[in-house]
């Protein structure tokens, strides 16, 4: 009979893993490069570095070159080429373009499987009409902004647009959050992320997708974390004060988790968005290039994947395969349990690999072999631009900007530039980026044939679904919609 009983108990505690939905917390940080937090010598960010031990980093991990496209591909898991987003950033905010409505995002296929879904922080994914905003694609709440960047003190959202008076972007699920503005974005949504999970149900699980704001223009911070740096740069300081508000936000973030009990089986992801702007702020050493540009310092970020649910055994490691946002799509799904063939197609099939055995050592091989970091027609009929990578080996068949290496922290007043390597279709470049990270050695002419199959791919891909060209811009209707709204963004078409 004991042993009996012990099989029993064994059985029902192998269905009761498998049944345990975990809860899914993504941190996706904006416009912080790849030579940040453990990486960067002079960043304060305690927090972040002492979770390295519990923990896997991603050597290889990659986004798209700029914000939105990067978001919509987590949302959608599919590649940036296919999103709207690609062509401008969704910028001026009064253009009417958005995300594919197509397209299931994350939280609706994961409340097929039960979760709560929640939104915190930047948006960018469209808000033209309401369709587009983000409970309106399945979140069940969002406290949030709904462009693509803002003064971090007050909100104003004015940057892009022509409105003869300033806009304000913050918004509570269905609506402008009237009279909540004016305090530091950093603080608004950590708050909101830490009420989110002392509220929870835990008998529901969790998806929670936690976009900050920090660390994007305009360079902004409380001046007590301004304070924590001395250098001769007052930019640089600030910039660096923004980095540590990041810290204490996964701090407070990850220490909910565990007042609540729910840490043990949490999936906690930490990353960014795409490589910093050299020319406002940040670091993307030793890497070539930064935001805007397909270079690894614009594509490649940190990652840092931990939680209770991460196996022992791979706490502390790194894992140098590479893998892509689009990449978290399936593997949610596989953890959640929702069967992917299921969901209505959209325009494009899905294109996300289930990364979960790599990241937990069930498997020493990444599933991401391919990488299309862009693949578009310049102005619609012009010559083609391909960026993409198979394995090591990395196309450049388009002219890149910031074709060079920026230091350990730009804008500054020493900054020389190297060597300009010069891409195109016609005459591509190649290189081995498992090897040569910092793309200094083109070996296209030394390895002809993977060149020759790489353009084939290429052109291979001219083939796939491309999104619209973006519509022109709705200046009047936007700014005469912020007046109705009493200064407050909302859907406007």
């Known amino acids: 009979k004991m042993a009996r009983l012990v099989l029993l108990l064994l059985a029902c505690s192998l269905s009761c893993a498998s049944t345990t939905k975990p809860n899914i917390v993504f941190m996706l940080t904006d416009d912080l490069g790849y030579n940040a937090a453990w990486r960067n010598k002079d960043h304060k960010t305690p927090f972040i570095n002492g979770m390295l031990k519990d923990g896997v980093t991603i050597e290889r991990n990659y986004v798209y070159k700029f914000c939105s496209p990067t978001r919509g591909a987590f949302q959608t898991g599919r590649f940036p080429y296919h999103l709207a987003a690609v062509e401008k950033n969704l910028v001026p905010w009064d253009m009417p373009a958005g995300i594919n409505l197509s397209y299931t995002m994350l939280p609706a296929m994961l409340k097929r499987a039960g979760y709560a879904a929640h939104h915190v922080g930047k948006w960018h994914q469209g808000f033209f009409t309401y369709d587009y905003t983000p409970v309106a694609r399945g979140y069940d709440t969002s406290v949030s902004f709904l462009v693509g960047g803002e003064y971090h003190f007050n909100q104003n959202a004015s940057q892009t647009t022509n409105c003869p008076e300033m806009s304000v972007d913050l918004w509570n699920s269905t ?136 196996p022992e055994r791979m706490r502390g490691t790194n894992l140098e395969g590479p893998i892509h946002i689009v990449d978290w799509y399936q593997t949610f799904a596989n953890l959640a349990g929702v069967d992917t063939t299921s969901l209505p197609p959209g325009p494009t099939e899905l294109e996300s690999n289930d990364i979960w055995p790599y990241i937990t ?68 470049c190649l290189f081995d980026v498992a090897n040569d990270p910092t793309e200094h050695q083109d070996i296209a002419t030394k390895h002809p044939d993977i060149v020759s199959k790489l353009k084939k791919r290429a052109v291979e891909l001219q083939r796939a ?24 963004v909302a859907p406007w078409f």
């Open 175 to 310: 609506g402008p959050a009237f009279g909540r503005n004016g305090t530091y974005n950093g603080y608004t949504f950590t708050q909101r992320a830490v009420d989110l999970i002392e509220a929870h149900n835990t008998d529901q699980p969790l998806f929670l997708y936690h976009a900050l704001h920090n660390t994007h223009a305009p360079i902004e911070a409380p001046q007590q974390y301004i304070d924590l740096y001395n250098f001769t740069e007052p930019l640089q300081n600030t910039f660096y004060g923004m980095v540590s508000v990041v810290d204490e936000t996964v701090a407070n973030v990850t220490n909910a988790l565990k007042r609540r009990g729910m840490w043990n089986n949490t999936l906690l992801i930490w990353t960014t968005d795409n490589g910093s702007p050299v020319a406002i702020g940040g670091s993307n050493a030793p890497l070539k290039g930064g935001k805007g540009s397909n270079w690894e310092g614009g594509t490649r970020t940190p990652m840092l994947v931990t939680g209770g649910l991460l």
């Open 361 to 428: 050592g069930a498997t020493d091989v990444s599933p991401r072999h391919e990488i299309v970091y862009e693949h578009r027609q310049a102005g619609r009929k012009g010559e083609w631009r391909a960026v993409l990578s198979q394995g090591p080996y990395k196309l450049v068949a388009s002219s890149e900007p910031q074709a060079s290496w920026y230091g350990q922290f730009t804008p500054n007043r020493t900054h020389v530039n190297e060597k300009i390597t010069q891409c195109s279709w016609a005459v591509p």
């Open 465 to 488: 679904y491309h999104a619209e060209p973006n519509p022109p811009s709705e200046p009047q209707k936007y700014c005469d919609h912020i007046v109705a709204e009493h200064g407050f």
